[in-house]
């Protein structure tokens, strides 16, 4: 089977820096990708690996490691509008475009 | 360019009905996805269209099927709606080749099944 596993809450303050892991069991890994959705909000796009290191977006960086079958998202400076939830997704060898998300982080942000 | 859209917004139908979701991708992606979101199960792949055709399809039961126009515009149909089928369901649309793992998400169909 396939899963992707990320800690279900995280509470972190105004101004500090937080990570979000994400590790993953799946075949035919291609990439892995960060979405945010905000309550009642569509996900949108953050963050894309489909190699080993760090990317770079601005406040929010991601990481990937293929052998540890691991990533993370790590976001800067947080601010009160980044309190939303944050989901790894799988890219699939193969061809097409689906995505296996992950179970989701609730990022709560506070003063 | 215009967003992702989705019609209708908010559904509520009965166990038995059948209803049919619509999706209008942004203008140039010919690749749309389907994914239904509860809080229990999260974000699940429902499947993926290109050119017309089903190109991936995930683990759901054969009451659950799409379409997709030669505008791109995609349609999925739920038949037999049962009440485990209340969810927000998310459409996607995306280029193909290089930058296809960034999908651009609907505002999603909120369906109701009583």
């Known amino acids: 089977g396939q899963s992707l596993e990320q800690p279900s809450e995280v509470t972190a303050v105004e101004g500090a820096i937080v990570q979000i892991n994400c590790t993953y069991q799946?075949?035919?890994?291609?990439?892995l990708s960060w979405y945010q959705q905000h309550d009642g909000g569509a996900p949108t796009f953050l963050s894309y690996n489909a190699l080993d290191g760090l990317e770079e977006t601005g406040r929010f960086s991601s990481f990937l490691s293929r052998s540890d079958s691991y990533g993370y998202l790590l976001l800067q400076e947080l601010q009160m509008k980044d309190s939303a939830s944050y989901f790894c997704?799988?890219?699939?060898?193969?061809?097409?475009?689906?995505?296996?998300f992950g179970t989701g982080t609730q990022l709560k942000v506070e003063l | 360019k215009a967003g992702v859209t989705q019609t209708p917004r908010y559904l509520i139908k009965t166990r038995g009905q059948q209803v049919t979701l619509s999706c209008s991708p942004i203008s140039g992606h010919r690749s749309v996805s389907w994914y239904q979101q509860t809080p229990g199960q999260g974000l699940q792949f429902l499947f993926e269209?290109?050119?017309?055709?089903?190109?991936n399809k995930g683990n759901f039961p054969g009451r659950f099927s799409g379409r997709q126009f030669s505008n791109s515009r995609s349609e999925m149909n739920v038949s037999t709606l049962e009440l485990g089928d209340s969810a927000l369901y998310l459409c996607?649309?995306?280029?193909?080749?290089?930058?296809?793992?960034?999908?651009?998400f609907g505002p999603g169909t909120r369906l109701t099944v009583t």
């Open positions: 997704a799988v890219s699939h060898t193969g061809g097409g475009n689906k995505l296996t």
């Open positions: 269209y290109f050119s017309e055709t089903q190109r």
């Open positions: 996607a649309s995306s280029l193909d080749g290089r930058r296809s793992y960034e999908q651009y």
């Open positions: 799946t075949s035919g890994f291609y990439g």
